[in-house]
């Protein structure tokens, strides 16, 4: 069984640029999660999604980030202008269901805002 | 409200036994979990523990947890250097239908001949 995809693996910008990552969720995975990790902590989850609706994006910082997921598979998270403190890793989970069930990861998209 | 705390870092003699440990905030999570992260990659489920069960047994894991005390530990039998990682502790929280996972900021730990 195919993992979480996500690509690209690594992304520099400098500040004010716009910057969009993209995950593929394991086949038949109905709730998406992308996750912000700053270096020395620990993931926090940026918004949720359950087959193409959002369940949970209260972590969101509305005013720069979108994400999408267009026909409940695919999923692109935005973020329009980037800021220094974005530089972090973006990871990508999917969980068969929306109910809590196991969270398994995407190897993640490094950014760095210069 | 909800948090997960961590020791930052643990260093162990190859053979031995390593003890990571977790306490959590939040009474109601029903499970909790451990993942492990490698440099450059993704987080790997390592195992996870439902809320009524104090203690799982995993082959070279060992997972305890204290709810009343709100302690979650993990313990990795005859730990090899292949163990050094950064290793996480994830409570489920939230109510409703959709739960999220909450992290601890993570145990690195140095595995050393």
């Known amino acids: 069984e195919a993992g979480v995809a996500q690509s690209p693996r690594y992304k520099i910008i400098e500040k004010r640029q716009s910057v969009a990552f993209w995950c593929n969720p394991i086949?038949?995975?109905?709730?998406l999660y992308w996750y912000q990790q700053i270096l020395g902590q620990g993931p926090k989850l940026l918004i949720q999604?359950?087959?193409?609706?959002?369940?949970?994006d209260s972590q969101l910082p509305k005013d720069r980030f979108s994400a999408e997921r267009l026909k409940g598979v695919d999923s692109t998270l935005k973020i329009q202008p980037a800021k220094l403190e974005d530089s972090a890793v973006y990871l990508c989970?999917?969980?068969?269901?929306?109910?809590?069930?196991?969270?398994?990861f995407g190897p993640g998209t490094r950014l760095t805002v210069l | 409200g909800e948090d997960v705390e961590q020791s930052l870092f643990l260093s162990v003699r190859e053979g031995d036994s390593s003890v990571i440990n977790c306490t959590y905030t939040d009474s109601s999570s029903t499970y909790l979990y451990w993942y492990k992260q490698e440099p450059g990659a993704g987080l790997q489920l390592l195992t996870y523990i439902f809320s009524n069960m104090d203690m799982k047994q995993d082959q070279r894991l060992t997972v305890l947890l204290n709810k009343k005390d709100k302690h979650l530990s993990l313990r990795i039998a005859d730990t090899q250097t292949g163990d050094s990682a950064i290793y996480f502790c994830?409570?489920?929280?939230?109510?409703?239908?959709?739960?999220?996972?909450?992290f601890g900021a993570g145990t690195r730990l140095a595995v050393h001949p």
């Open positions: 086949s038949g995975h109905a709730t």
């Open positions: 999604f359950q087959n193409n609706g959002v369940v949970d």
């Open positions: 994830a409570e489920r929280a939230g109510s409703g239908g959709y739960n999220k996972l909450i």
């Open positions: 989970a999917s969980s068969p269901a929306g109910r809590g069930d196991t969270q398994y």
